[in-house]
DNA sequence: CTCCTATTTGAGTGTTGACTCTAATTTGAA
DNA sequence: TTCAAATTAGAGTCAACACTCAAATAGGAG
C-alpha cells in the first residue's frame, strides 16, 4: 500500500482526480478538440482557478491521461520478460479496450489528433510502440520457434497496427464486434506456415 | 470530356482550386485543429472574402477534401461490379498511401478528428467503408469459392480496418515500411484454410 | 483558539477563431 | 467602349479559447 499523504493535501488531490477523469471522458467522447478548459471544469465541477492551481496548463492534464491509457493497455507491466502467450497479450488489449473504452477510445483519439503535432505526445507513442511490438514479438518467437527475428518482428508490427485499425473502426462505429475481429488477427498470425 | 465553364466562372474556380489544395496540404500536415481558415487563405494567397465568396464555411471545404480523398481511394469507382481480385485492390490502396500521401494523411486524420463528433463526415465514413468491405468481400469470394458469405465479409472487414490500422501507423511514424505490411496482410487473408 | 498554508473563487486579459460587409476591382459579354 | 456580374480586398464583429490574479475561504497543525 502507498503511504498515506498529508491531511492538507487530500482536498487538491481529490480534485486533481476528478479533474483527470472529467479529461478522460470528454477525449473519449469528442476528441482533444471538445476537451476545453471550460468543458473539463463544468463536468469535473470546478473553475478555471483551481485546474490551474494543480496543473501548469492544458496539455500537462492531457499528458497525464495519455500515460495512464498507455500504461493500462499493458497486462502486468512490471513483468518485462513475462511468459505471456500470445493469445493472453491480444486478450489482453480485447479486455482494455472493452471495459475501459473511454481510455481506449482517447489512446485512439490523441494518437492521430496530437500524434502528428505534439511532439512530447508523439514520442511518448512510437516509443510505446515500439515496446509493445517488441512483447509481441518476443511472444511470437516463442510460439514459432522456427521463425526468425526479423520475420516475428514483423509479424507483431502487422498484428500490433492491425489491431489498432480495428480499435479505430470500433470508436467510430458502435455496431462494429471488436472482439471477434481481434480474435481473427490473432488467429491470422498464429496460423500461418 | 467535362463540357467546358463559361469564362466569367473560371478566376473563381482556379481559386477554389487553389483553396482546396491549401486545405488538403494543410489537414494532411496538421489535421484538422491546424487548419484555419487564416491558415488556408495565406497558403492560398487569398483574403477571407474570397474564401467565402466560393465556400458557405469551413466545413464545405473540409467535406469536399473529404470526398475527394474517400474516392481516390477506390480504383476504378466507376465500375462497381468489376473482377478486381484482392491484390488489386490491395495495391491500388498501396499506391494512393504511396502517391497521395497528402490524401490518404487528410484520410485518417479525418476519421478520427472529424468522424467522432460532427455527423456529416461520420456517415460518409461509415456509409464509405461498408461499400469497400463489399467490394473487398466479393474479391475474396471470387478467389475463394468455398467461403461462405459471412467469413468473406469478416475477412475483408478484418483486412480493411487492419490497412487503416498501418496507414495510420505509416502517417505516426515515416520510418514504417507500409507497402511491406500492407502485402503481409493481403497474404495473410489469401494464405488462410 | 490561532495561524498558516492549501485551495477555491470568479471576474478579467489578451489572443485567435470563424465569419461578415461594403467598397473596390476585374473581366466577359454586348 | 460600356455594362453588369463575378470576384477580391481588407477592415471589422463577435464568440470562444487558454490562461491569470488578487482576494476569500477552508481546515489541519500547533
Known amino acids: 500500500m502507498a503511504y498515506s499523504v498529508p491531511m492538507r493535501y487530500r482536498a487538491g488531490l481529490e480534485t486533481r482526480d476528478r479533474i483527470l477523469g472529467a479529461t478522460r471522458q470528454l477525449i473519449a467522447e469528442s476528441g482533444l478538440e471538445g476537451t476545453t478548459i471550460k468543458a473539463i471544469c463544468e463536468r469535473a465541477?470546478?473553475?478555471?482557478?483551481?485546474?490551474?492551481?494543480?496543473?501548469?496548463?492544458?496539455?500537462q492534464a492531457i499528458i497525464t491521461v495519455v500515460?495512464?491509457?498507455i500504461e493500462a493497455i499493458d497486462p502486468d507491466p512490471e513483468h518485462v520478460g513475462?511468459?505471456?502467450?500470445?493469445?493472453?497479450l491480444v486478450e489482453a488489449y480485447i479486455r482494455f479496450v472493452t471495459d475501459e473504452a473511454?481510455?481506449?477510445?482517447?489512446?485512439?483519439?490523441?494518437?492521430v489528433s496530437g500524434g502528428r503535432s505534439k511532439?512530447?505526445?508523439?514520442?511518448?507513442?512510437?516509443?510505446?510502440?515500439?515496446m509493445r511490438v517488441e512483447r509481441f514479438a518476443a511472444a511470437i518467437r516463442?510460439?514459432?520457434?522456427?521463425?526468425?527475428?526479423a520475420e516475428s518482428t514483423r509479424r507483431a508490427e502487422t498484428l500490433v497496427s492491425a489491431l489498432n485499425g480495428i480499435t479505430l473502426?470500433?470508436?467510430?462505429?458502435?455496431?462494429?464486434?471488436?472482439?471477434?475481429?481481434?480474435?481473427?488477427?490473432?488467429?491470422?498470425?498464429?496460423?500461418?506456415?
Open 45 to 59: 465541477g470546478v473553475l478555471p482557478g483551481s485546474f490551474y492551481n494543480l496543473f501548469e496548463n492544458k496539455e
Open 67 to 69: 500515460r495512464e491509457a
Open 82 to 88: 513475462s511468459h505471456d502467450t500470445l493469445a493472453d
Open 102 to 111: 473511454d481510455l481506449a477510445s482517447a489512446y485512439i483519439a490523441i494518437a
Open 119 to 130: 511532439g512530447a505526445i508523439r514520442g511518448r507513442f512510437i516509443r510505446h510502440h515500439e
Open 142 to 149: 516463442r510460439q514459432h520457434p522456427g521463425l526468425d527475428g
Open 169 to 193: 473502426h470500433g470508436v467510430l462505429d458502435p455496431n462494429f464486434d471488436f472482439p471477434t475481429h481481434a480474435r481473427a488477427l490473432l488467429g491470422d498470425t498464429l496460423t500461418l506456415h
